[in-house]
């Protein structure tokens, strides 16, 4: 390679990322996918929109389990192999539940199941792309997969409507089952077979113990989940978007405007960043997690449309810092412990995000949208500078 950053172009070059790609496509868009259809099945069959959101919320609960206690599989195992199952029994699981008069608690077990299997998944490609992308291009190339996870969603969201007023709720979740069925046959056919990377033969529990104290144990590390964990905070404009919207005068139109904003920030920063040299990366972390909900203080003054969109976009645009925060947190955890700690931290971002989304919403029933966002943005800015000065006091050589 010459002097310059390693590009998207250079990384789709290599056919095992590639593979890799092409299984997160329709594995993101398939889990999607089966969130709307799950939603309306329950609903139709309830006609309760209880039951229909506590269907949609299983659909992460169980990631806080299977982050810690499931993820250290990839480690212990050929991570291909632990992934072509995990897409397997996923796909198995899904088959299942799209029979036809299925009963709801056996529907939301198997639910639960499939969720249990997403971390696997994830933490088995956490524990194979520095392996299939190492060095420079890896930093790209989990750019380039972050981006893919945003538009599977919007895809995933967007096909699910169609397929289930084309197909019916069955024949959606049917092709849910085909799309993991997709996923294991790319890994297969494109991802060479590695051997797993701990191979001391510690028992389950203490590997499990040993990924947290991977993370715990070092104030570097400790210092990046902190910093994604601020998502937390400047996701609250997600959160509240439906009345937010109202607020505005607008209706379903306007939430997809302003949810589409934050997506397209981030896309529009990772690739910005995926382009910067590495040398230069770790310093933007805490500046760009101060500017994310910096950003959202402008909503105080109750902008119109058009200003807001532009604060929640700018807001998209910083909190591309965690893909700087994802890929260093990668590189500085040892290869056995990698998709163990990968599992830990994740889970620790969901649970922020978790409790990010319910206060929102808890706070926008006594206090206006644009209040609750400001108000998140104000808090996520004291929230990011801690993390920050986390950061650099666990720089080597810093006192």
């Known amino acids: 390679m010459s002097g310059r950053a390693v590009g998207f172009r250079d990384v789709l070059g290599v056919t095992e990322f590639r593979a890799l790609f092409a299984a997160q496509v329709v594995s993101v868009t398939g889990d999607q996918l089966a969130r709307v259809a799950l939603s309306i099945l329950v609903y139709d069959r309830t ?56 009963p709801l608690p056996a529907v939301a077990a198997l639910l639960v199941g499939v969720q249990l299997l997403n971390p696997v998944w994830n933490s ?46 069955g024949g959606a979740l049917m092709a849910d089952a085909a799309s993991f069925a997709v996923s294991a046959l790319f890994l297969v056919s494109g991802v060479l077979p590695r051997p797993p990377r701990e191979t001391s033969g510690v028992r389950w529990w203490r590997h499990v113990r040993a990924g947290w104290t991977v993370v715990a144990g070092d104030r570097r590390r400790l210092a990046l989940v902190a910093l994604g964990c601020v998502s937390g905070l400047y996701i609250a404009g997600e959160a509240v978007a439906a009345p937010y919207a109202a607020e ?70 910083a909190s591309s810092y965690n893909l700087i925060a994802n ?49 998140a943005g104000a808090l996520g800015v004291l929230a990011a500078l801690g993390a920050a000065h986390l950061w650099r006091q666990a720089q080597p050589g810093s006192r």
């Open 248 to 317: 505005l005068g607008g209706g379903a139109v306007v939430v997809g405007l302003l949810l589409g904003a934050y997506a397209l920030g981030n896309v529009i920063g990772m690739a910005a960043l995926s382009r910067i040299p590495p040398s230069q990366r770790s310093r933007l972390l805490g500046p760009l997690a101060v500017l994310a909900c910096a950003a959202l203080l402008g909503c105080a003054l109750r902008p119109d449309l058009m200003a807001t969109l532009a604060l929640f976009t700018l807001s998209g645009v």
């Open 327 to 375: 890929t260093t947190f990668v590189q500085l955890t040892p290869d056995a412990q990698r998709a163990q700690a990968f599992g830990f931290a994740l889970t620790a971002l969901r649970v922020s995000q978790g409790l990010g989304v319910v206060l929102a919403g808890l706070a926008a029933e006594r206090v206006a949208p644009h209040g609750v966002v400001a108000g």
């Open 124 to 169: 088995g490609r956490a524990a194979l792309l520095p392996q299939v992308l190492p060095g420079d291009s890896f930093v790209p190339g989990m750019g380039l997969l972050m981006m893919l996870v945003q538009a599977g969603q919007v895809a995933g969201f967007a096909l699910g409507g169609l397929l289930v007023a084309g197909l019916g709720t």
């Open 47 to 102: 006609n309760s929109p209880g039951w229909a959101a506590l269907t949609y919320a299983l659909t992460f609960l169980p990631d806080l389990v299977g982050g810690p206690l499931l993820s250290g599989l990839a480690d212990r195992h050929p991570p291909r192999a632990v992934m072509v199952l995990a897409d397997v029994l996923r796909a198995l699981a899904v088959a299942v539940m799209a029979a036809p008069g299925l």
